[in-house]
Every structure is written in C-alpha cells, then in structure tokens.
C-alpha cells in the first residue's frame, strides 16, 4: 500500500488546502485594503480620468460640479459637461462621486 494514499493523509491534505486556501484569500483581501488606504484624492481622480467616467465634485465652498473628467493636473482636474469646460483646484475638493 502507497503510504501517501492512506485515507488519513488524504483527509489531512484536504483540510490543510482549505486552510492554505482561505488564508490567501485574507491575505489578498488584506493587500487590496491596504492599497486603498494609500490612494491619495489625485489617484482617484486619475482612475476616474483612466475610465473617463462621469463625477460629480464638491468642493469646499459647498458647489457641485459635473461632468466628464478630461484631465487630471497636479493641482486641477478638467470637467467637460455639454461642452461647457470648468477647472476646479484639487485642494478645494472635498468629494468625488461616480456618476456611472
């Protein structure tokens, strides 16, 4: 008899799979999370520009603003909405919202 064939120790190689199985999934859960607590606000709105997704933007002074992102800049974004162009400065943003 193949002694790696024993019924014990195909039990034990499930159970340890699964094990091994789901603590990668909390290490890869636990890497995503990180990943997201270092996006700064430039980032997202470089991924928004990326996917040239629709937002909306409030800014400080409690405005919303709508539209297309068409660029992001080191200290601005462009939005684009019915060809009407409006530039807000990054520092007076407060949120960004998808609208897609």
Same mark, same amino acid.
């Given at each position: 008899?193949?002694?790696?064939? !024993?019924? #014990? *120790?195909?039990?034990?190689?499930? /159970? *340890?799979?699964?094990?091994?199985?789901?603590?990668?999934?909390?290490?890869?859960?636990?890497?995503?999370?990180?990943?997201?607590?270092?996006?700064?606000?430039? #980032? !997202?709105? =470089?991924?928004?520009? #990326?996917?040239?997704?629709?937002?909306?933007?409030?800014?400080?002074? +409690?405005?919303? !603003?709508?539209?297309? *992102?068409?660029?992001? +800049?080191?200290?601005?974004?462009? =939005? /684009? =909405?019915?060809?009407?162009?409006?530039? /807000?400065?990054?520092? !007076?943003?407060?949120?960004?919202?998808?609208?897609?």
């Amino acid at each position: 008899m193949d002694s790696l064939a !024993h019924p #014990d *120790l195909v039990a034990l190689g499930r /159970v *340890l799979r699964e094990r091994m199985d789901r603590t990668l999934d909390a290490e890869m859960a636990a890497a995503r999370a990180a990943a997201r607590r270092r996006l700064s606000l430039r #980032d !997202h709105l =470089l991924a928004a520009e #990326d996917g040239s997704r629709t937002v909306t933007i409030e800014t400080v002074d +409690g405005a919303i !603003h709508a539209g297309m *992102l068409e660029a992001v +800049g080191t200290d601005h974004v462009e =939005l /684009v =909405l019915s060809g009407r162009s409006r530039i /807000v400065a990054i520092r !007076h943003i407060t949120s960004i919202e998808d609208r897609d």
